[in-house]
Antibody
Framework: EVQLVESGGGLVQPGGSLRLSCATS????????MSWVRQAPGKGLEWVST????????YYADSVKGRFAISRDISKDTVYLQMNSLRAEDTAVYYC??????????????WGQGKLVTVSS | AIQLTQSPSSLSASVGDRVTITCRAS??????LAWYQQKPGKPPQLLIF???SLESGVPSRFSGSGSGTDFTLTISSLQPEDFATYYC?????????FGQGTRLEIK
């Protein structure tokens, strides 16, 4: 059974840093791209970042480029999102998501339960 | 960046109704589109990928169609558990943008 379990959310002051973790199980972690998607309170979904299976390729939304960094630890089957220089507008529930099983097609078939990050003084 | 525009933004319907939600891309994305359902306090759940492929375990009353710039999600006969918010997402290029969502409410 595929499982994605996020941790590390919480309250942080503007300008501060936070690291989210997404521990995975039930699939061959190094084979699949992993992504982060966020949702501000009462708002829609926003793609944030993607790491290729190997971790060699990373992609970011313009809104977080230069401030956030995605990484993965293959020995722990875990993907991370390091968030620096946090702003009030980064307040959101952050979800990790796994790329789908069918080779050659791109979609997110499993999602974590989400972690709330609140940026406020 | 490719923009996705969903319509309508909200919709009221009754159990048993047939409902169609539209997603229009600002440029051609072939069939690189997925649809998700989200209920309050829960993560999104995949319904459709590759524009028209039904995810395993998803009821057959859900279907997707379209290619290029115009896509639709159809629910053939609404069930009580279908009242939720629906999102499309494109996978043609980064950033992997979402539509703004369509909230489906009970009439």
């Amino acid at each position: 059974e595929v499982q994605l379990v996020e941790s590390g959310g919480g309250l942080v002051q503007p300008g501060g840093s936070l690291r989210l973790s997404c521990a995975t199980s039930g699939f061959t972690f190094r084979t699949y791209d992993m992504s982060w998607v966020r949702q501000a309170p009462g708002k829609g979904l926003e793609w944030v970042s993607t790491s290729s299976g190997s971790g060699d390729n990373t992609y970011y939304a313009d809104s977080v480029k230069g401030r956030f960094a995605i990484s993965r630890d293959i020995s722990k089957d875990t993907v991370y999102l390091q968030m620096n220089s946090l702003r009030a507008e980064d307040t959101a529930v952050y979800y990790c998501a796994k790329r789908g099983m069918i080779r050659g097609l791109d979609y997110y078939d499993y999602w974590g339960q989400g972690k709330l990050v609140t940026v406020s003084s | 960046a490719i923009q996705l525009t969903q319509s309508p933004s909200s919709l009221s319907a009754s159990v048993g109704d047939r409902v169609t939600i539209t997603c229009r891309a600002s440029q051609g994305i072939n069939s690189a589109l997925a649809w998700y359902q989200q209920k309050p306090g829960k993560p999104p759940q995949l319904l459709i990928f590759d524009a028209s492929s039904l995810e395993s375990g998803v009821p057959s009353r859900f279907s997707g169609s379209g290619s290029g710039t115009d896509f639709t999600l159809t629910i053939s006969s609404l069930q009580p558990e279908d009242f939720a918010t629906y999102y499309c997402q494109q996978f043609k290029s980064y950033p992997k943008t979402f539509g703004q969502g369509t909230r489906l409410e009970i009439k």
